[in-house]
């Protein structure tokens, strides 16, 4: 059955051409930059950003780690920091002046850490128009220090909110890593933001299936949890490589890659690090796993 013609979206409003990178704006805080995505929540985003990132630095990269979600900051809960009490030295720095204004990123294993979480108290409220989540997200990127990084993990919301726009428009050459779980809800949701990341000229490196399926810890089969999805309803069929499968595991605390990196769950993020890194290098044709 072949797909009906849905005509793709303008390009994201105020974005510069598709393909074409935004003038005006710094070179990006690293050479590499993969942006953690998926039109679904709670399909893993966090999880597996926070540990592409460890296992990448594991490889021996410098790698930051961006938590760019405003309303949901879960990096920091993952890894036990959490601000209580609003930042007192920040501002806001709204076009301009972002250098003003230094961030202090956090090491945690082996990754710098940086989170709107360190900035935002756990409870404090805030308007976010687009030009403030801009303008955030500028600071976020430019006034934190760095160092030098090689490559640049940011984990994004769900879906193609003002943030996860502004990320694609300020970083053109940004690697986007898409994340699924095997439901039909995920795929279909995802689908729809790929259209709008690929008119915006988004470069789209593969998409991690997460909670693939779950080892039976009696025979170790491996069992698929959820019902089937149908292939020409998938981000597969839409042409998105399957990089890598990892499966549902809830033993092991957070990052799995370091803290039980032989888990069945630690081997496929290693893994999928590995297919990650290998689909960014420049030319690369990335290696499609799975039945795909
Ligand atoms: N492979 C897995 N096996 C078991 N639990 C998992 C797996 N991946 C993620 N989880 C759990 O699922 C929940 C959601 O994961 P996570 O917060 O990474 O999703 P998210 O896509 O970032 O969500 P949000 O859209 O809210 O930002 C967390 O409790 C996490 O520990
Ligand atoms: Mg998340």
Known sequence: ??????????????????????????????PSVLAVCSGKGGVGKSTVALNLAVALAGMGER??????????????????????????????????????TPLEPVEHSGVL????GFIIAEDQAL????ELVEALL????????????????????????????????????????????PQDAAHLDTRRMLTALRTAGGRILGGIENMSGLDCPHCGTRISVFPPVARERSVWAAGVPRLAEVPMDAEGAEPVVLASPD??????????????????RPGATPTVTGPG
């Open 138 to 181: 500028r600071q976020l990127l430019w006034s934190t220090r760095w160092g030098p990084l090689d490559r640049l993990v940011i984990d994004l919301p769900p879906g193609t909110s003002d943030l996860v726009q502004a990320v694609f428009r300020l970083l053109p050459g940004a690697g986007a890593v898409v994340v699924v779980t």
């Open 263 to 280: 888990s069945a769950r630690g081997k496929a993020l290693r893994a999928a690090a590995g297919a990650v890194r290998d689909a960014d």
């Open 127 to 130: 308007a976010w128009t687009a």
């Open 63 to 100: 790698v930051g780690l961006l938590d760019a979600d405003l309303h949901a900051p879960d990096i920091p809960l993952m890894l036990g920091l959490a601000r209580k009490a609003p930042a007192r030295s920040w501002t806001l720095a709204r076009a301009g002046g972002f250098d003003r």
């Open 1 to 30: 059955m072949t797909a009906p013609f849905i005509p793709p979206p303008p390009h994201f409003p105020g974005g510069p051409a598709p393909g074409r990178p935004a003038p005006d704006l710094p070179g990006p805080p690293a």
């Open 113 to 116: 850490v940086m989170s709107t």
